[in-house]
T-cell receptor, first 113, second 113 residues
Framework: DAMVIQNPRYQVTQFGKPVTLSCSQTLNHNVMYWYQQKSSQAPKLLFHYYDKDFNNEADTPDNFQSRRPNTSFCFLDIRSPGLGDAAMYLC????????????FGPGTRLLVL | DQQVKQNSPSLSVQEGRISILNCDYTNSMFDYFLWYKKYPAEGPTFLISISSIKDKNEDGRFTVFLNKSAKHLSLHIVPSQPGDSAVYFCAASASGSARQLTFGSGTQLTVLP
């Protein structure tokens, strides 16, 4: 089945220790997104790639970076995680044409100790 | 400024009855609306969408209604089943908005057997 896959599902890191979350997709979609979701809040878009074009949201902290080495994979790098970065991180994809539905992966829950 | 609002954080409904989840928006540029369902520790799952050129879209037990003049949409689930218990997010996007989805804060639906 075509899908969006996120690994790992749970990630524990230490304060200030860099961490990388990964996302892959078999949908062959052009656009990949990273969202941060904290408890009882709406998902917040961090950035997205349209193909290789990177689009950062204005209020995304510099601590968050992303890489998309090819169509299928996208990575979220948190350079120096703080306690406030503990959250669910959601990857999503969309085709990239017209009015679009975004399809989400299962998410990675990040815990910062 | 919350552009998409779900004013009811929770809703309880008896199995077999109708569930009605509501969503209001303020941005008149929004022209595409989606509902997602989210179980704990999973990513949002796409349910149903509606374009602003329509006022109703139906898919099985799920119907979305759009009232553009009131900037209001609703999701009807008939009949409700215990497996429908989840958090439901309303989301909206505008053409030319760099594909950004704006989410509401979600409504926890509990269907009682």
């Amino acid at each position: 089945d075509a899908m969006v896959i996120q690994n790992p599902r749970y990630q524990v890191t230490q304060f200030g220790k860099p961490v990388t979350l990964s996302c892959s997709q078999t949908l062959n979609h052009n656009v990949m997104y990273w969202y941060q979701q904290k408890s009882s809040q709406a998902p917040k878009l961090l950035f997205h790639y349209y193909d290789k074009d990177f689009n950062n949201e204005a209020d995304t902290p510099d601590n968050f970076q992303s890489r998309r080495p090819n169509t299928s994979f996208c990575f979220l790098d948190i350079r120096s995680p703080g306690l406030g970065d503990a959250a669910m991180y959601l990857c999503a994809t969309s085709i990239g044409v017209g009015q679009e539905t975004q399809y989400f992966g299962p998410g990675t829950r990040l815990l910062v100790l | 400024d919350q552009q998409v609002k779900q004013n009811s954080p929770s809703l309880s409904v008896q199995e077999g009855r109708i569930s009605i989840l509501n969503c209001d928006y303020t941005n008149s540029m929004f022209d595409y609306f989606l509902w997602y369902k989210k179980y704990p520790a999973e990513g949002p799952t796409f349910l149903i969408s509606i374009s602003s050129i329509k006022d109703k879209n139906e898919d099985g037990r799920f119907t979305v209604f759009l009232n553009k003049s009131a900037k209001h949409l609703s999701l009807h689930i008939v009949p409700s089943q215990p497996g429908d218990s989840a958090v439901y997010f309303c989301a909206a996007s505008a053409s030319g908005s760099a594909r950004q989805l704006t989410f509401g804060s979600g409504t926890q639906l509990t269907v009682l057997p």
